[in-house]
């Protein structure tokens, strides 16, 4: 059971936009800064989103983050076949056995 | 450019030892820290641990403490991941990251294969 919550699945059609949340607590998502990673099928993780809503240089601006309290959220518009992958999300627990902590992940499919 | 190579594909028996690796370049080894990260067949990611390998400083996940040795040789830009007695369960694919913080760079993963 991940300490991050997410929905295990998200689907939308192609140009239409699709929003993946990230449910946490006050010792983890409430926080800190949360990233966000796209794995590709067959790939590693690559990171998407980092500081909460901040894009590593090559992302395009499709893709943007937000977080408010204990909850985070991607939003990916104008959505193309080749965005079909996992998503997680991640950040820092600051609890007794602190640590890096994943969501479960969405599978994201473009209809 | 930042890499991270990671060593190949593994099989191994119930109850083998094993060590794979991660070489990292185009960024200073020793001032970053690089975290392990498992992928269960079909599943989500979990962080492990994670080493800075300019003084060794570990830090491992209460789900993984025990149950592997994080190290790194900071002479050689590698870090590592070593079981002494591979379980059927350890079956995954690892990946090694660097922790900027976040994880902004990944190896490719290697992927481990316990069966008898």
């Known amino acids: 059971q991940s300490v991050l919550t997410q929905p295990p699945s998200v689907s939308a059609a192609p140009g239409q936009k699709v929003t993946i949340s990230c449910s946490g607590s006050?010792?983890?998502?409430?926080?800190?800064?949360v990233s966000w990673y796209q794995q590709l099928p067959g790939t590693a993780p690559k990171l998407l989103i980092y500081?909460?809503?901040k894009r590593p240089s090559g992302i395009p601006d499709r893709f943007s983050g937000s977080k408010s309290g204990t909850s985070a959220t991607l939003d990916i518009t104008g959505l193309q076949t080749g965005d079909e992958a996992d998503y997680y999300c991640g950040t820092w627990d600051s609890s007794l056995s602190a640590g890096r902590v994943f969501g479960g992940g969405t599978k994201l499919t473009v209809l | 450019e930042v890499q991270l190579m990671q060593s190949g594909a593994e099989v191994k028996k119930p109850g083998e030892s094993l060590k794979i690796s991660c070489k990292a370049s185009g960024y200073s080894f020793s001032s970053y820290w690089i975290g392990w990260v498992r992928q269960m067949p079909g599943k989500g990611l979990e962080w492990m641990g994670i080493?800075?390998?300019?003084?060794?400083?570990?830090t491992y996940s209460p789900s993984f403490q025990g149950q592997v040795t994080i190290s790194a040789d900071k002479s050689i830009n590698t870090a590592y991941l070593q079981w002494s007695s591979l379980k059927a369960s350890d079956t995954a694919m690892y990946y090694c990251?660097?922790?900027?913080?976040?994880?902004?760079?990944w190896g490719q993963g290697t992927l481990v294969t316990v069966s008898s």
């Open positions: 080493i800075y390998p300019g003084d060794s400083d570990i």
């Open positions: 500081g909460n809503n």
């Open positions: 006050s010792s983890d998502i409430g926080n800190n800064f």
């Open positions: 990251a660097r922790l900027l913080p976040p994880f902004d760079f």
